[in-house]
């Protein structure tokens, strides 16, 4: 897994160019592919321990939900911390450190160590986690028991995992020349987009005519396919984190009931009662995005015919899928929790906030997507 190669190779223009000879790439994708794994128990672990509270109720630290909770953060931050370690140990030998794996080097600790900025980012968000974990520790100690999902250790730490996955994106979209590269970058939208679905219901006390949890979400979905679609530069891209994510959002909606209830009978604990099995983190994500990439796919072609300007595209294209997906929300509830359908006055106001939302998430997606080309760049030698 050596992330280094020796001497210096220049690498032909252009963001989607083809890899140079050697195995530089093929070396980084274990690490890429550990760190993403472990975003993905992050996820595991988070839905698994979201539908106990809803299901089981209080719970200690050592749960299987929260031991599965905290390997995948472990897991990515033993990787990152590898990485580092072997880049620095490369640049002191006077290899060039290929960015390709990881990104581009920066100097942490006065240049004592040089660190892939991908591995640099997630391994911070792993060590935050682990802060916060002991804090969790500590308050599991202190009150005996969780009843709550919005406690502060816990807001701490489902942000230190944010951090980690974004961390991950950026480890994958440096090897954007290679299949895995692009491949991740995918998969690691869909799950960014799936595990902050948690971190929005903060916006819950603003709820009023607008459903402010719905906008939040809308206003991550356009960001993360605007950002993975302006990164490739290619067709289908937002459909294809939009299936990705269905697909994690399948695989959920049935693990999550399941592993509480059996867990919980393993262990002799009762359910809540009026207990329902309605999934409860998979319910927060929104299920028909996969209609919103589409839409949003058919006007970055109409704007590309029209031959729009890039600021124009992301602001039009935006709008649209921030409204799709604000309006979708009450059918989304309607039909899996039976909730009543909101009135005319209420949809209105539910598209303009979508719209907003969707406005100012196409502006930073595009900006995103470019300063993930930008992290990865040439090859470059670090000193």
């Known amino acids: 897994m050596d992330i280094s ?45 979201t539908q106990w509270h809803s299901e089981v109720g209080p719970d200690t630290f050592f749960t299987l939900p929260h031991l599965i909770l905290y390997s995948g953060p472990a897991m990515a931050g033993l990787t990152s911390l590898f990485m580092v370690l072997a880049n620095t140990f490369a640049a002191r030998v006077g290899r060039s450190a290929d960015p390709a794996v990881g990104g581009r080097s920066v100097a942490v600790l006065g240049g004592r160590f040089s660190a892939p900025l991908g591995y640099l980012v997630t391994g911070l ?9 002991l804090w969790d520790l500590w308050w599991h100690g202190l009150y005996g028991f969780d009843a709550v999902l919005e406690s502060p250790p816990h807001i701490g730490l489902l942000l230190s995992i944010s951090l980690s996955m974004i961390g991950s994106l950026m480890i994958c979209a440096a090897g954007r020349e290679h299949r895995w590269g692009r491949i991740g970058v995918v998969v690691s939208g869909a799950l960014l987009l799936a595990f902050n679905a948690v971190p929005m219901l903060a916006l819950a006390p603003l709820n009023g005519v607008v459903n402010a949890v719905s906008a939040g979400i809308a206003f991550l979905a356009v960001t993360v396919m605007v950002a993975t679609a302006t990164f490739t530069g290619r067709s289908g891209t937002a459909v294809a984190t939009a299936a990705a994510h269905t697909v994690i959002h399948a695989a959920l909606w049935l693990f999550a009931p399941w ?25 927060l994500m929104p299920m028909g995005i996969i209609v919103v990439a589409l839409a949003m796919e058919g006007a970055l072609l109409l704007a590309r015919r029209a031959s729009w300007t890039p600021r124009r595209t992301v602001a039009v294209v935006g709008a649209l899928g921030g409204v799709l997906t604000t309006l979708l929300s009450p059918v989304q509830d309607a039909i899996t929790m039976d909730a009543p359908f909101p009135g005319v006055a209420h949809l209105l106001a539910s598209a303009v906030a979508g719209a907003v939302a969707g406005f100012l998430a196409g502006h930073l997606g595009w900006r ?8 990865s760049g040439p090859l470059a030698v670090v000193k």
């Open 5 to 49: 190669v020796p001497g210096t190779r220049q690498r032909r223009a252009g963001p989607l160019a083809p890899p140079a000879k050697g195995h530089a790439l093929t070396r980084g994708a274990p690490a890429a592919v550990a760190v993403l794994a472990g975003a993905m128990i992050s996820l595991v672990g988070l839905t698994f321990d």
């Open 259 to 283: 592993a509480a209830r059996a867990y919980a009978a393993s262990i002799g604990l009762p359910l809540r009662d009026g207990a329902t099995g309605d999934p409860t983190l998979p319910g």
């Open 368 to 375: 995103v997507g470019t300063l993930l080309r930008r992290a």
């Open 125 to 133: 968000g792993s060590a935050s986690f682990l802060v916060y974990g």
